[in-house]
């Protein structure tokens, strides 16, 4: 079961009836009024003609994204959705530990390029494993939302509590929803965030690092398209300073995934391979690990490992991201590392 923008429940299939429809970006239909009346009042609407204005609320994919569909740009780490400590803004992400309470800041911007009007909604926020793919709504966690929530023209941030489950390195998904700016959702949540401006995906895990201690990371891989496999590359990029060379960064495929990629060739660039099934990257612009097949739905786990060392002290910071792409190297998901030394 998954909650609906009125708070109950439904199935993913019933959920599936909502996220099937046609996209109603520039011309709203009565019948599509008459659908959205009904999913919030759960009754027959008594006025039939359609509106002549709607609301477009929109979380940003990226900080160039200004809402358009679909986004260009990276999708997986929204910098509107933030984790923080308390119900004050913070600046940048809070690491977050098992069974503490921490703060989603949710910022809703008004209005997106495909409506102008102030319009109440329901903002619902959701949580996965540490991953680049999860395939809605079917692995997604809900943790809460907001409802009756008004968006006047700005930007408007919103909190919702979560107490963390246990484990400490996951993905979050917002959703906007109002009665005339529905999301049109399939399986793919990297296709969803793409092609609804009132979704957002965040998946950023701030990684503090003592000096030659190493710092063990879960990910996972798949694919969560429809489609029976597909076949992908997994990316390595350090923008700004690189960690590689201050650091060493690793990757246990584990023997399912590192049998895939021997099957596949073992191809692969920036790499080097320190095990039967562990790689170090050694290129820090861009390293590939190419050839992974994933069946649709499946998520194959790996780890990560970070180690400083002394030249990485000093109070530099580092960013990593792990993409996935597809054989058509599009991009399908990630995971954002942002790496600083440990306060003492």
Known sequence: ???????????????????????RRRTLLASAV??????????????????????????????????????????????????????????????????????????????????????KGTLQVYYTSQGTVAQWPSQWNYIGSLSNVSVPYGTKTVVIPWKVPLGSHFCLLARWLSPTDLPTEGLSTSANARNNNNIGWHNVNVLPFRIKIPEYRPIVFGWDGPDPTAVGDIVFTQPGRPFTGPGRITIDLGPDLAARWRAAGAKGEGVARIGETELAIVDPQRARISGLTFKSGEQV?????????AEAAGGQQYTVNVTQVDQRGEEVGGVEYRLSEARQ
């Open 34 to 119: 008459l659908a959205a009346a009904t999913l919030f009042a759960g009754v027959a609407p008594a006025v039939q003609a359609a509106p002549a204005d709607r609301s477009d609320v929109f979380i940003r994919d990226n900080t160039a994204d200004v809402g358009f569909e679909p986004s260009t740009g990276s999708l997986y780490s929204s910098p509107d959705i933030r984790v923080c400590k308390g119900q004050i803004p913070c600046v940048t992400d809070a690491p977050v530990v098992a069974g503490e309470t921490v703060y989603i800041h949710v910022n809703l911007n008004n209005p997106g390029p495909y409506g102008d009007k102030l319009e």
């Open 301 to 309: 786990g790996a780890r990560l490992s970070f180690t400083a060392g």
């Open 1 to 23: 079961m998954w909650p609906t923008v009125d708070g109950s429940n439904v199935s993913p299939k019933e959920g599936n009836m909502i996220s099937r429809n046609p996209r």
